[in-house]
């Protein structure tokens, strides 16, 4: 059952908010919260959103300009973490929870970013460089035609996975070879074979 506390915005939409949460908890790890969400532990659930809340909040906004997006972005990924624990719980190499959860987190994202350009009103996404956007991360952004999105598909899964991992999800290098469980020089390899090889199949 999802927990039961719940707000409403100045738009009149229902949020969820949730109660303090015990201190017993400070010493879990992210990944044991998950596990225990999975259990059907509130509390855990509780905790997991009190950690690692405000790091999504700051993540989505440097991807999203829309503050209405981010926000249901992070109730969406909530909702889907609270579902769906079991499936990390439940794996032999769950890797790390805060890149599971972020990796949910960017999904809802990009399907945020896909139904606003199907209706033609794609907010503004600040960019970290003034620089233009590489194909490839246009691609993971949603923010391009079917052509491009085909070429991605293209590439070998472990290029594919890294590519994924650091320009959809996110994710630093050091991130991606926890979620991946491959070496940090094997990601940064990976990722510089994937840009090539991505370009060179939309040339």
């Not at 009190?50 to 109730?75: G, H, I, K, N, Y």
């Not at 399907?111 to 907010?123: G, K, S, T």
């Not at 996404?125 to 085909?150: C, I, K």
Request: hydrophobic share 45%.
């Amino acid at each position: 059952m999802w927990p039961e506390s719940h707000v409403f915005d100045n738009r009149g939409r229902e949020r969820f908010v949730l109660p303090g949460v015990k201190r017993s908890l400070d010493a879990v790890d992210e990944e044991a919260l998950v596990r225990r969400t999975a259990a059907g532990d509130r509390r855990a659930f509780e905790e997991l959103y009190r950690r690692t809340s405000p790091w999504l909040v700051v993540r989505l906004r440097r991807r999203c300009a829309d503050e209405d997006v981010v926000a249901d972005v992070l109730q969406e990924t909530y909702l889907a973490v609270w579902r769906a624990a079991g499936s990390f719980a439940g794996s032999a190499a769950s890797g790390s929870a805060v890149g599971w959860l972020w990796t949910i987190a960017a999904n809802r994202l990009v399907d945020a970013f896909r139904r606003r350009a199907r209706q033609a009103q794609v907010p503004p996404v600040p960019l970290a460089e003034t620089t233009a956007p590489a194909a490839e991360d246009e691609v993971m952004a949603g923010r391009v035609g079917q052509e491009l999105e085909q070429a991605l598909l293209v590439l070998p899964p472990e290029l594919r996975q890294v590519l994924r991992a650091m320009v959809l999800d996110g994710l630093s290098v050091r991130e991606t070879s926890v979620l991946l469980s491959v070496p940090e020089g094997t990601v940064k390899a990976r990722a510089r074979r994937a840009r090539i090889a991505l370009r060179e199949a939309l040339s």
